[in-house]
């Protein structure tokens, strides 16, 4: 599976962005997108997840403000985040894996648990 993200850029606080992740190379209807981010001297942290069938989870700091969405016709998954903050300042990346539906919130918000990621894209919350 390739993914490739798009959508980032520099914003002031409290301001948007919408995120675009495209995925190919398998059946995206079954695919299982998630997004993470990483932070300079921070680890990799899930942010926000939507499995093949529809279900959504997102991290504590994501709730509220940040949303997923997906167009299976178009291969796309996207984040909206709004209300942004210069926390939210990283490197966001879009991963794609088919997982099993059974797990918890805390699994498929766990950056391990993907196999195919793209390069990321650079958000930056500053005034």
């Known amino acids: 599976v390739q993914v490739v993200e798009s959508g980032g850029g520099l914003v002031q606080p409290g301001g948007s962005l919408r995120l675009s992740c495209k995925a190919s190379g398998s059946t995206f209807d079954y695919l299982d997108i998630g997004w993470f981010r990483q932070a300079p001297r921070r680890k990799r942290e899930g942010v926000a997840y939507?499995?093949?069938?529809?279900?959504?989870y997102y991290s504590d700091a994501a709730r509220g403000r940040f949303t997923i969405s997906r167009d299976n016709a178009e291969n796309m998954v996207f984040l909206q985040m709004d209300s942004l903050e210069p926390e939210d300042t990283a490197i966001y990346y879009c991963?794609?894996?088919?997982?099993?539906?059974?797990?918890?919130?805390?699994?498929?918000?766990?950056?391990?648990?993907?196999?195919?990621w793209g390069r990321g894209t650079q958000v930056t919350v500053s005034s």
């Open positions: 991963a794609a894996d088919s997982l099993n539906p059974y797990y918890s919130r805390q699994y498929y918000l766990n950056p391990s648990n993907f196999e195919s």
């Open positions: 939507m499995g093949s069938g529809g279900v959504t």
